[in-house]
């Protein structure tokens, strides 16, 4: 306690010292030196420590009685000086230290030696005797050497008595200070009431509010009073089923469900309603319980999440990695990826042993990715049936949809608690680590040979030597977002579109040997698909797309909207976050008639003009719609026709065929098909 007043002490005394200019020091020294002997003067704490120039002054000075510190002097008349300081502008430290210094003041007056100075003082006069009791002194009174104070034996009664003055008044200090904190904790006290108050009027009446929009609209209910919809369904595909159930009955065109009692959610679901969501340019769903924050700590700031001026940047930087002139020529890298999948088949048509494509499908996907956009030869195919960055893809995407359905993890900071959480965190580490290596080799190229010359610049090329209009390039923590985003949404997505395609392929034989007299016409032996093929493949083209209305490769995405909305005469206010549900769009039976037969001639011209044109959008719509779409298209042309070409599929009989819809569509049990070569 002694040490700590003394510390404050020594504070609000170093804060009065602020208040000496260096000519009020100067007038003092002057009396007692030359002032062409004086090199510097400086005032710290408590010390004034004037510097000289020749040390025979410094002689002169110690034969009458000044304490010496090496070629310093020590000024104590400055100190006694103090007294007479006052401080501006400070007001709240001026009190105290006035006080303090007053008090040193008192103290010195009772003190001997004291009255001795300031009498001589008083008769104008500045002899050795002034110094007397202090002469031998070779430590200071006060030092700044660690925390510690010395007080010379000499001294030492007089400056302790100083020192009980001082602490009585650094105890007064303190009093003001409980009185001073105790209003402080009250005015805390009452701030946080009122705000905690506050927030719960203002959740009362946005409750009121969305309460008001889910009985005007079509809802998943009754409504449990805690888990509002949640006691419904337990897991995406029932939630999806139950979606389709009320739109076949009620005929909606949005469906509202709550999230427990506190987060209520609405599902755009008809032509019409999509059309003023997608043109609506409203942000992804970065807030509590949107997905997308949910995905931020995998695929940062990307292309996929981010919006605003971060987003528009970005976009036109990348558009050009998309320009068809870059695209033809990945056709070779679809093909050769292609040979791969197709000679990792070859074993199961071997054997006629059913395999799930799922799997298989991914690491062509992955492949292809890699190989195009990051010009990475990891002969990704070949190193067995599951890579560990498909595997964490999964792993994380089947987390994601996990927690969505429960809202009391929305919050990062409780989930990461969870052991699920924790896994995921780890799981995003390795992804980064992949995507970190792949940026970081290029980096090598570009260090030791330059950009490319002999290759087309690949989208990697395009991220890192990209410069916006201030001539500005992306961050390494761009980049990386940028990477991992297009890892994922060019690999997973494609893989449920070519899986599901193969399911349908081996459900309606009949399409397949359609398809199949399509391909034999046009490319007759050869074995490669052209980028020129690619434009006259109707047959095949029509019936890829029937498979993704059947089962859309992305089933849902989502908004959050930052001004009210009306759909469907409702109005939905600001903040709630609206999805676009691809998959009960797809089979809206007032667009779709028979949603749930494969027709692939629905996507023959004359149908599709008829159509409402936000009736198919598996890649959304709208300036946020997929980049990646030409692409994926391309490479599900190649990789579809050169298996159709080579082998016939077939399902397995009694294996559960079901939907497990998470970020992409994927399969509960497996796509399980067998596969024989042609002859
Ligand atoms: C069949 C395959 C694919 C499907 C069904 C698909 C679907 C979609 C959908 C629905 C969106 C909109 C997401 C939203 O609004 O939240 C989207 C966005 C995006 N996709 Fe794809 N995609 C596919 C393939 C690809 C590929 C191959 C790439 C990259 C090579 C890619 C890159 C992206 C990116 C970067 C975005 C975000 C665009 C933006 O917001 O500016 N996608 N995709």
């Known amino acids: 306690m002694f040490r700590v007043n003394r510390q404050l002490f020594r504070h609000f005394f170093t804060t009065g010292l602020k208040g000496i200019s260096h000519d009020d020091v100067m007038s003092e020294i002057c009396k007692l030196i030359d002032i062409h002997d004086v090199l510097s003067i400086q005032i710290t704490g408590k010390d004034c420590i004037v510097t000289l120039k020749n040390p025979e002054t410094k002689d002169r000075l110690a034969t009458q009685g000044t304490p010496l510190r090496d070629r310093s002097i020590k000024l104590y008349e400055v100190e006694s000086s103090i007294t007479h300081v006052t401080i501006k502008d400070m007001p709240y ?36 005797e002034i110094f007397k009791g202090r002469q031998d002194s070779t430590n200071n009174i006060y030092t700044d050497e660690g925390d510690e104070e010395y007080i010379s034996s000499d001294n030492a009664n007089c400056e302790k008595e100083t020192m009980c003055v001082l602490l009585g008044a650094s105890n007064l200090f303190f009093k003001e200070m409980e009185l001073f904190s105790g209003f402080i904790a009250k005015a805390i006290l009452i701030f946080i009431v009122t705000y905690v108050f506050w927030r719960l009027w203002k959740f009362a009446n946005k409750y009121k509010e969305w309460r008001k929009v889910t009985s005007q609209t079509s809802v998943i209910g009754p409504l449990h009073p805690l888990w509002g919809s949640l006691h419904k369904f337990k897991d995406l595909a029932e939630f999806m089923t139950l979606v389709r159930e009320i739109i076949s009955k009620e005929r909606s065109k949005v469906v509202g469900y709550w999230f427990m009692f506190f987060f209520p959610e609405f599902n755009v679901v008809h032509p019409d309603s999509v059309r003023i969501l997608m043109k609506s340019s409203e942000p992804k769903a970065i807030g509590c319980g949107g997905f997308y924050r949910m995905m931020k700590s995998w695929l940062g700031d990307g292309l996929l999440i981010s919006s605003g001026k971060k987003w528009e940047r970005n976009r036109r930087l990348i558009t050009p990695a998309f320009h068809f002139g870059i695209l033809k020529p990945y056709v070779d890298i679809y093909n050769s990826s292609t040979d791969k999948f197709l000679d990792n088949l070859k074993g199961f048509a071997q054997t006629s042993k059913p ?18 956009a990051f010009s990475y030869e990891g ?77 087309h610049l690949d989208f990697l090329d395009i991220l890192l030597t990209a410069k916006d209009d201030n001539e500005i390039g992306l961050s390494f923590e761009d980049i990386r ?30 399409e397949q040997e359609i398809i199949y007299s399509e391909l034999s016409e046009l490319l007759n032996d050869k074995k490669q698909v052209s980028w020129e093929n690619l434009q006259i493949m109707p047959k095949l083209t029509a019936f890829i797309k029937e498979s993704m209305r059947m089962v859309a490769p992305v089933p849902n995405v989502q908004r959050q909207l930052t001004s009210p909305i009306t759909i469907d005469n409702v109005t939905i206010p600001a903040g709630v976050v609206v999805d676009m549900g691809i998959y009960m769009l797809h089979h809206h ?12 001639e629905r996507f023959l011209q004359e149908d599709i003009a008829e159509r409402h044109p936000y009736s198919f959008l598996p890649f959304a719509a709208g300036s946020r719609n997929c980049i990646g779409q030409n692409f994926a298209m391309d490479e599900i042309k190649v990789v579809l026709a050169r298996l159709i070409q080579r082998y ?32």
């Open 355 to 372: 395999v799930d494509i799922f799997p298989l499908v991914s690491l062509e996907t992955l492949d292809t990715i890699l190989r195009c």
């Open 481 to 510: 977002a940028e990477v991992d985003t297009f890892l994922f949404e060019g690999h997973d997505t494609t893989a449920s579109a070519i899986s599901w395609a193969i399911y349908h392929l081996g459900k309606h034989q009949k």
């Open 648 to 679: 016939k599929v077939f399902l397995v009989p009694d294996h559960k065929y079901e939907i497990k819809p998470e970020l992409v569509m994927r399969s509960k049990y497996g796509i399980n098909i067998t596969v024989e070569e042609r002859k």
């Open 93 to 128: 430290e001026k009190t105290i230290a006035t006080f303090a210094l007053r008090c040193l003041g008192h103290a010195r007056s009772d003190c001997e030696q004291y009255k001795q100075e300031t009498e001589k003082k008083e008769l104008g006069s500045y002899g050795p």
């Open 379 to 455: 002969n990704i195919q070949t190193k067995g049936i599951k890579h560990p960055y498909v595997a964490a893809v999964n792993r994380l995407a089947n987390f994601l949809a996990e927690r969505w359905l429960k809202p009391w993890l929305y919050w990062d900071t409780i989930y990461y608690m969870t052991p699920k959480g924790r896994e995921y965190r780890k799981i995003c580490q390795y992804v980064h680590d992949f995507s970190e290596g792949v940026i970081r080799e290029r980096q090598q190229t570009f260090l030791t040979d330059g950009p490319p010359t002999s290759r």
């Open 589 to 600: 039976p007032d667009v779709w008639p028979d949603n749930d037969v494969f027709r692939p």
